[in-house]
């Protein structure tokens, strides 16, 4: 139940959540391999990952670049996808089609690309872990696209796991989290969002992204677990 060498592949895992994998990867043994579209992201990234851990530049919504990215990475043990833009929050008589198509084109299609160019090169007993969030269960006026995101994402790993059984596919759904995703609100916004979202949850404060890590080492870690969605929102599905 260790992933002690063993090779993840995090897209997205320059920052936020993705890294807290990386880093909770390497703490067990694993060779971690992060990529990302921002070269200053990934740099920054390996200043904090252990010695051994690698990253790769990759714009996650060109298919032929994710294509290429798998053949020259090689064989691996698991496939995690945190990667995606700032949350876009827009009611739907403000939304533009086009940055809404964006939002979607790294977030679900982006996932969707990587899974099908990177599954054939997972090892035996290898996983998939995708990111969906608790929007498609507990959705707020201008979440439209942001819900059809994680709707879209729960029924997709859910097909997955069906079609390339025996490897695993699962997702984790965060709930309000401290991280850079909230970056396009004004600050005093961002402040008081997870101040009033800490009041009302009942473990009484938002996550971190080490708290959302271990839901994704856990489905890598365990061999009966596929087509599952863990919620880690501080109960806030409850309220």
């Known amino acids: 139940m260790s992933l002690?060498?063993?090779?993840?592949?995090?897209?997205?895992?320059?920052?936020?959540?993705?890294?807290?994998?990386?880093?909770?990867?390497?703490?067990?043994?694993?060779?971690?391999?992060?990529?990302?579209?921002?070269?200053?992201?990934?740099?920054?990234?390996?200043?904090?990952?252990?010695?051994?851990?690698?990253?790769?530049?990759?714009?996650?919504?060109?298919?032929?670049?994710?294509?290429?990215?798998?053949?020259?990475?090689?064989a691996f043990d698991h496939l995690v996808y945190t990667a995606g833009?700032?949350?876009?929050?827009?009611?739907?008589?403000?939304?533009?089609?086009?940055?809404?198509?964006?939002?979607?084109?790294?977030?679900?299609?982006?996932?969707?690309?990587?899974?099908?160019?990177?599954?054939?090169?997972?090892?035996?007993?290898?996983?998939?872990?995708?990111t969906t969030g608790t929007a498609g269960r507990r959705p707020l006026p201008s979440f439209t696209v942001a819900a059809s995101l994680c709707g879209a994402m729960e029924s997709l790993i859910r097909a997955l796991a069906l079609e390339l059984a025996p490897i695993r596919v699962n997702a984790v759904s965060p709930g309000v989290v401290r991280t850079d995703v909230w970056r396009e609100l004004p600050q005093d916004e961002q402040s008081g969002l997870f101040e009033s979202s800490a009041a009302s949850l009942p473990v009484g404060r938002v996550g971190e992204p080490a708290d959302i890590a271990e839901a994704y080492l856990y489905l890598m870690r365990g061999g009966y677990s596929t087509g599952s969605v863990v919620v880690v929102d501080g109960g806030g599905v409850l309220v």
């Open 4 to 74: 002690q060498g063993q090779r993840i592949i995090v897209i997205g895992g320059t920052s936020g959540i993705g890294l807290a994998v990386a880093e909770g990867a390497a703490r067990e043994g694993a060779e971690v391999v992060v990529a990302s579209r921002r070269q200053q992201s990934v740099d920054a990234a390996l200043q904090r990952l252990p010695q051994g851990a690698t990253g790769r530049l990759l714009d996650a919504s060109d298919e032929d670049a994710v294509r290429d990215f798998f053949q020259e990475i090689g």
């Open 85 to 130: 833009e700032s949350l876009l929050l827009e009611s739907l008589a403000d939304s533009e089609l086009a940055r809404a198509k964006g939002f979607l084109g790294t977030r679900l299609w982006g996932a969707y690309t990587a899974v099908k160019h990177g599954v054939s090169f997972l090892r035996k007993g290898g996983s998939v872990v995708l």
